[in-house]
Nanobody, 126 residues
């Protein structure tokens, strides 16, 4: 059974950068699509990015395009989310999630993801 643990959340000023990591154990991430979601207080969970199984095709929500980059590190069995030019509206708990043999698209409903990490808090504030 795949187990996911996020790390890297912190408090930063607007314009700053953070790198989140989603470390997997119990199975290889090569067999999974990995998505990042976020949930701000009082808001619904929102998809941020998704890296497809196999092809590695990556999709981003419009609000983070050009600022966030998701990438796999096969050697560490990890998926990273590099977040640059952070804005206050990026403040949220960030979750990584996985589902096996799944191809991402522009919209990935949370219900499509089988396994979830516990989340890591990102706060962007001056």
């Amino acid at each position: 059974q795949l187990h996911l643990v996020e790390s890297g959340g912190d408090s930063v000023q607007p314009g700053g950068s953070l790198r989140l990591s989603c470390a997997a154990s119990g199975d290889t991430l090569e067999n999974y699509a990995i998505a990042w979601f976020r949930q701000a207080p009082g808001k619904e969970r929102e998809g941020v990015s998704c890296v497809s199984y196999g092809t590695g095709a990556t999709y981003y929500t419009d609000s983070v395009k050009g600022r966030f980059t998701s990438s796999r590190d096969a050697a560490k069995n990890t998926v990273n989310l590099q977040m640059n030019s952070l804005k206050p509206e990026d403040t949220a708990v960030y979750y990584c999630a996985a589902t096996s043999y799944y191809y991402c698209s522009n919209y990935v409903p949370p219900s499509d993801l089988q396994l979830w990490g516990q989340g890591t808090l990102v706060t962007v504030s001056s």
